[in-house]
């Protein structure tokens, strides 16, 4: 059974950071690109990170850049978001994907998923 699994969330004030992992288990995810993901209550599901199967590339989404970075260890099967400076409105339910296809803009979508971690920023 294919999984994914996130931890690190929970609450910060606004200004702090938190770091985000996702564990993969049964199944190597090194040759896959993997992603983040976030849904806010009442939102559409929106594309934050994404990071190819070498680590080689990144794409962000515009409102992120300069605060978020996205890392992987190919030998561990893990993936990070480091968030920094974080904004209310980086309120959401993340979620960690992979997938066989690397795509260098935003992704619509994506194989495999995980349960999600929440993140609340208050302000």
């Known amino acids: 059974q294919v999984q994914l699994v996130e931890s690190g969330g929970g609450l910060v004030q606004a200004g702090g950071s938190l770091r985000l992992s996702c564990a993969a288990s049964?199944?190597?995810?090194?040759?896959?690109?993997k992603a983040w993901f976030r849904q806010a209550p009442g939102k559409e599901r929106e594309f934050v990170a994404a990071?190819?199967?070498?680590?080689?590339?990144?794409v962000y989404v515009d409102s992120v850049k300069g605060r978020f970075t996205i890392s992987r260890d190919n030998a561990k099967n893990t993936m990070s978001l480091q968030m920094n400076n974080l904004k209310p409105e980086d309120t959401a339910v993340y979620y960690c994907?992979?997938?066989?296809?690397?795509?260098?803009?935003?992704?619509?979508?994506?194989?495999?998923w995980g349960q999600g971690t929440q993140v609340t920023v208050s302000s």
């Open positions: 994907v992979a997938d066989e296809r690397w795509r260098s803009g935003p992704w619509r979508d994506s194989n495999y």
């Open positions: 049964g199944r190597t995810f090194s040759r896959y690109a």
């Open positions: 990071i190819s199967w070498s680590g080689g590339s990144t």
